[in-house]
């Protein structure tokens, strides 16, 4: 219920990783996707992790934009995200793995 997305300066300094907690990608027959943005994020770096647009979600959940259920597991995905980083056990070691000279070099560049 999330994807992972680690930011750099436009110098390539590594800055932190922001965490936006998503609905399950589904995948069509014409091989486009489909996932829905929940609002609420994470930002995690060297001082912590900290819960970003709880007050989004919140005002889409009151809008009938998302509802009740899947506002709480959004909640529910952030929390265990946020416990899990500060105890650190999360993320797990691919996003380490892929730093942005492993990415650049991927793309051919």
Known sequence: WHDIGRF???????????VNVVTPVELGTDYRWESTDLFVDL??????????????LE??????????????R??????LLRVEAEAGRWPPPVVEEWTLERARNALGG
């Open 59 to 72: 005002e889409a959940r009151r809008l009938g934009w998302v509802d009740d259920a899947t506002a709480a």
């Open 8 to 18: 750099h300066t436009a110098a390539g300094e590594f800055t932190g990783l922001y």
């Open 43 to 56: 930002w995690l770096d060297d001082r912590g992790a900290l819960v970003l647009d709880q007050n989004e």
């Open 74 to 79: 959004a909640r529910a995905e952030v929390e």
